[in-house]
Every structure is written in C-alpha cells, then in structure tokens.
C-alpha cells in the first residue's frame, strides 16, 4: 500500500539523523529535570493544584517533553516540506502525481511521529523515570487509549500545520503566522502549563479547543484522570477535530489548487 | 487524430498595479495568444523562445496545471486541465531546474515510490529500471541519497524517474541546464534512444541550441505569445536568411577576394572570412577561390541557429 510505504520511507529518513535525535533527547531531558523541580515547588504550595497530586504533576512535565516531538507542538514535520514546496514552486511536481495529496503528507507525518514516539518520546521518559518518581498506568488498556489519543494528537497538529503552511500559497512572509500558531500550540496544548491549572470557565474552554488534542487530552488517559465516559469523550473530541481540521485542509488545497490553475499564482 | 492538437489556445493573466494611493489598474497580459499546433506521436519538437515568451505557460497547459482562457487542446484525447489526474498517468514530466526524487531517500527508494504512485507493474517497472540503470549508468548512484548526487547524476535519475510508467509524451523543460559537455551528450543519446525504441514523443523546451540541433527535426519558436515559425531546422535557418562561412587562409596577405556568389565580411592578415546563403552549395566558391588565389587552407563554420532565432525576432 503506498502510504504505508509513504509512512516506513518518513521514518527511514527522520532516523538518519541520530546526533539530532540524540542532541534533542539530551535537550528535553534538562528541560524535563528544571521544569519537574518547578512543579515540585508549585504543589507544595498547593497540593492539590488542578486536581492533580505531585506525582501526577511531574509526570505530566515528563511526558509533555516526550510529546514536543512525537506530536510536533512547534511545529515542523512533513508540513514544512510543505511551506518550502509552496514558496519554491516545487508544488507543481506534487500537482503533477496521482495521489491523494493531503493523504501523502498525512502519510509521512504520521512516520515521522512513530521515529520520534520511539526516540524523542521514550529516551526522556525513561529518564524521568530514572530521576523522579513518575506515575505509570496499571493496565495495558490505558497504554493503548493513550497510543490511540496520541495518534489523534498527532492528526490534529497535522491538520494545524497544514493549514498555516497553506497560508504560504497567498502570504509572501509567514513570520507572523508562524509565531502566531507556535504560541497557541505551546500554551493552549498544556507544554507550557498543564490546562487544568486554568481557572474558572477558561479552563473548559481551553480544554475544547483543537490544541487540547496535543498534549493535554493524552495525559490525562494516562494519568487516570480521564476514564470511562469520559475518556471516550476525550478521544471523541479529539476525532472530530482531526475530522474536522483535515476537511478545513481539503477545502484550502482546493481553493489554492484553483488558484494556481485557473488564476496562474 | 494527433497526438497533441492545439487549436487557437489562449492564456491571459490579470495583473493589478498600484497606480497611486488608493487607485489600481489592472491589465491584461496576454501569456499565449492563438497558438495552433498539432504533433505527432513519435515526434521529437523543440520548443525555443526568449524568456517570458510564454513556453512555461504553454507547457503548464498542456500538463493540466493552468486552464486555458480560450482556445482548445486534446492531449492523448484528453482535456487537460478537466482530467488532470488521467493524463498524469500518460506523460512525463522533467524539470531541469526541480526534482521529483526524495531528497533524503536513496534513489533506489524514490523509484519505488514512484512505482506505487503510478500503480505500474512489478515486472514492468522491473525490466524498465535495469534497461535505464544500463543505458542512464545508474547503476553506482542507486543506493545514494539524492541529495548527494551531483547535478548530471541527478538529471539522469530524474529522467529515468519520469520514464518509469512508460508516459506517451515526454515534456523536458530545460534539462540541459547547468551540465556539463559530457552529461549533456550523454542525456542527448538516451533520449534519441527513448523516442526511437519506445516511440515517446519528446517536446522539449532549452536554451540549449545545441539540444535542438542534435535531437529535434522539428523546431517550433515562440515571441510574445505568438508562434513566429514551426517546421524543419532547416527551414529556420532558410526563413533566417542565414549564412555560412567559408575561412580562408591565404599564403600572403592580399585585396579581399572577389568570387561569385560570396562576399567577404573579415579580414585579418592572410585570413579572410567569406559569407554565402546556407543553402547555396559551398563547392563552386571553394573551387572558384582555389583557383584564383594561393591558398594554404580552408574551412567552413556552419551557420549558428541563435544567430538565426535572433534575426527572426529582429524581424518582427
């Protein structure tokens, strides 16, 4: 099947990059231990902050360093290919293939996620867990609901990246739009601070939007927090805005492939 | 039918100017303008003309990726821009300038992909990769990254990538660019073999004169939109009143010689440089200057087809 080939030839290419690889988990690793000693501060204070006990708190920081990666948070992935193909004109060669071209990215994103759950995700958190007293889940059925809530983790951001590497098609400068959606990422995701520490109504706002997806939604199955209907709320929410997103993607390549063609870009 | 019919096509593009502060015109800029043409399966076509002539526009039509504003063209009975994802699967596509190979994957690899993506036949795809590893020498890069390869080694793979679903037509937009003598001799070579053993029609677009006159019998130039000639190399040359020159060394320097049918244009010392019509036979002039002067050596310069190019555009 092409995409599964699509997917195995991404994560080929990410792995050849191991002193990357290495230098990152060397990265998250540190960011993990400061950010730990933070939470570690923050709950003595208040023990119950969010409704989450310390354990829960430093294992959110660790997993959220895992997650940068695997979900791609900042950005980057098969959609910056994307953005230089646009700015370059290299598009056209993709015009030109009998592929669904959306399915194709989405194909590679999805094992350059898979590389860097396997590197990026792992290596720190065996180092948390070597360093701090993390919480892990008791039954594989969870391992599975978070592997399942990442993936559509990792949908969503795709869908997000896509979108504003298709603003590349009508914007000259994507600085602004970039740094725009790096912020949203970094702090409605829960990498900057876990979501349930929002306060009041912002936080089941927070909690809604498509952000949510990357970060917060998988923790939560794995820290217990989310269980039963509620889990299958969460993966819910998560699949409807995967769906959604990819539809909004859809609907942009259209507009901009009837721009190239029709109007001549 | 033809292969590729091209009836009155046409292709403007609407550009918006600032022309104050709030005030913007908009002009119509005409890419392509009634162009007619048919070829051939088989044909191999140059598709010559200064830039901003309109060739790119012209192939972008042709591939499906721009829809014409007016006119009409059948590419393999096929609409083009209507059934863009068909015709993908029925013509090649070569950009010297781009690369349709992955970047970071061994070439080995891309060719593989390729092979999913066009759906074609193990078997097949095997018999035509060892055939184009042979004749493109490929055999050494195969299992390189793209990105390591140099410049000729990529255009050959970028060729053979494009050949590897047995398209019908063969578009090549500058695949000369930027290779050297040896890398272009070579790729010229492949593709008289591809269009004679596989019967893949080639329409090519270069810069490269020396691509025209060693591939293609036909030759069709474009200016501003328009086609100011198609037909023979030949005929270009007859329709650009183009010359030959016959070099003439004498034993001692002398007057400029006088013979029928030549003139002289240079003289440098004992060397004198004598035009005449390319399509007049050089045999009588030589003779008649043999004869009447001591001559210590001659040569003939065929006639250079940008000089030609040039003229027509001059003329119009």
């Known amino acids: 099947m092409l995409y599964v080939a699509v997917a195995l030839r991404s994560f080929r290419r990410y792995s050849t990059y191991t002193a990357a690889t290495l230098a990152g988990i060397f990265t998250n690793s540190v960011f993990g231990v400061i950010i730990s000693f933070t939470y570690i501060a923050v709950w003595k204070e208040n023990p119950t902050a969010g409704g989450y006990d310390v354990t829960d708190a430093v294992t959110f920081c660790w997993l959220a360093q895992a997650m940068i990666m695997t979900v791609a948070v900042w950005g980057g992935g098969t959609t910056d290919d994307v953005a230089d193909r646009i700015r370059t004109g290299d598009i056209v060669i993709d015009?030109?293939?009998?592929?669904?071209?959306?399915?194709?990215y989405l194909a590679g994103d999805l094992g350059r996620s898979a590389y860097h759950l396997l590197t990026r995700g792992l290596a720190p958190t065996v180092v948390g867990a070597l360093l701090f007293d993390l919480r892990f889940p008791d039954s594989p059925a969870t391992?599975?609901?978070?592997?399942?809530s990442v993936a559509l983790g990792v949908v969503v951001s795709f869908g997000i990246r896509m979108l504003v590497a298709c603003t590349a098609f009508w914007l000259l400068d994507q600085t602004g739009v970039l740094s725009l959606a790096m912020v949203c990422a970094v702090f409605f995701s829960g990498l900057a601070v876990p979501l349930v520490l929002f306060p009041g109504w912002t936080r089941d706002l927070v909690l809604a939007l498509p952000w949510a997806a990357l970060v917060q939604t998988p923790i939560d199955l794995w820290l217990g927090h989310s269980t039963g209907v509620e889990a299958?709320?969460?993966l819910g929410l998560q699949a409807t805005w995967a769906a959604v997103l990819l539809l909004g993607c859809g609907l942009v390549l259209r507009v901009a492939d009837r721009r190239l063609v029709v109007q001549g870009g | 039918m033809s292969l590729i019919e091209v009836e009155d096509l046409s292709r403007t593009f609407v550009v918006r100017r600032r022309a104050g502060r709030v005030r913007r015109t908009t002009d119509v800029v005409h890419a392509v303008r009634d162009l007619s043409f048919d070829v051939?399966?088989?044909?191999?076509?140059?598709?010559?003309?200064?830039?901003g002539a309109g060739k790119s526009t012209t192939i972008k039509m042709l591939t499906g990726i721009l829809v014409p504003t007016g006119g009409r063209l059948s590419v393999a009975g096929i609409d083009p821009s209507r059934q863009r994802v068909d015709l993908t699967r029925r013509i090649g596509v070569v950009f010297g300038q781009r690369t349709t190979l992955w970047w970071d994957l061994p070439l080995r690899d891309s060719f593989d992909l390729l092979r999913r993506i066009y759906r074609v036949d193990p078997q097949r795809h095997r018999r035509n990769l060892d055939e184009f590893t042979?004749?493109?020498d490929l055999g050494a890069l195969l299992d390189t990254p793209v990105r390591q390869l140099s410049l000729g080694q990529r255009m050959r793979g970028d060729i053979a990538a494009a050949l590897l679903h047995d398209p019908e037509i063969l578009?090549?937009?500058?695949?000369?660019?930027?290779?050297?003598?040896?890398?272009?001799?070579?790729?010229?070579?492949?593709l008289r073999r591809v269009n004679e053993e596989r019967q893949v029609t080639l329409l090519l677009t270069t810069h490269d004169l020396q691509d025209i006159e060693q591939l293609c019998r036909r030759v069709m130039v474009i200016d501003h939109g328009s086609l100011v000639y198609d037909g023979s190399l030949a005929g270009l040359h007859a329709r650009g009143e183009s010359?030959?020159?016959?070099?003439?060394?004498?034993v001692d320097e002398a007057a400029p010689i006088e013979v029928p049918g030549a003139r002289v244009?240079?003289?440098?010392?004992?060397?004198?440089?004598?035009?005449?019509?390319?399509?007049?036979?050089?045999a009588p002039i030589v003779a008649s200057v043999a004869s009447g002067y001591d001559v210590a050596d001659l040569s003939i310069q065929e006639p250079d087809i940008e000089d030609v190019i040039r003229e027509i555009y001059s003329r119009r």
């Open chain 1, 95 to 104: 015009l030109y293939r009998p592929v669904s071209f959306l399915g194709w």
């Open chain 1, 143 to 148: 391992y599975l609901l978070f592997l399942v």
């Open chain 2, 40 to 51: 051939e399966r088989g044909e191999m076509v140059g598709y010559i003309g200064p830039n």
């Open chain 2, 243 to 250: 010359t030959r020159t016959l070099v003439v060394d004498l």
């Open chain 2, 171 to 190: 578009y090549l937009d500058e695949p000369t660019i930027g290779l050297d003598v040896v890398s272009k001799g070579r790729l010229r070579e492949f």
């Open chain 1, 232 to 234: 299958v709320a969460g």
């Open chain 2, 134 to 136: 042979e004749l493109l």
């Open chain 2, 265 to 282: 244009t240079r003289v440098e010392g004992p060397r004198q440089w004598l035009s005449f019509p390319a399509g007049a036979s050089a």
